[in-house]
């Protein structure tokens, strides 16, 4: 939050005329006299960084089982970016970085699938029979 900033308040001729008679007190503050006038309230709004996915568990879950080419890894990486531009209320940056981690936890997905398929194609049908 922004500091609310006060103007200066001048100092008057007659603390000064007090001082140099040598009279009052030691100290100039207590002398001066100080009033705050209506100071002004500042009120941040943040957009709603709620509704920005950020994929994390989707994530976590290619990086530890379907970890295909370190896709998984890398989308990971885009998801905890989207967490901390969403904590720096950073909501373009956030959205852009949510759409790359979905491109990577669906390419991830997508080809570590087909492989496991391939897999159980070829453990079911080998080579050698054709």
Do not use: Q
């Amino acid at each position: 939050m922004a500091p609310t900033l006060f103007p200066m308040e001048s100092k008057s001729s007659k603390t000064d005329s007090v001082r140099a008679a040598g009279g009052g007190p030691a100290c100039k503050h207590s002398a001066e006299k100080k009033t705050m006038t209506n100071p002004a309230t500042v009120i941040e709004v943040y957009p709603d960084t709620t509704e920005v996915n950020d994929y994390y568990l989707w994530s976590i879950f290619n990086f530890v089982y379907l970890n295909f080419c370190c896709l998984g890894f890398i989308a990971l990486a885009y998801s905890l970016k989207v967490r901390d531009k969403k904590l720096l209320n950073d909501l373009n940056g956030a959205v852009e970085d949510a759409k790359t981690a979905r491109l990577f936890n669906i390419t991830s997905s997508a080809l570590a699938a087909s492989c496991i398929i391939l897999i159980f194609i070829f453990l079911r049908y080998p080579l050698t029979d054709y």
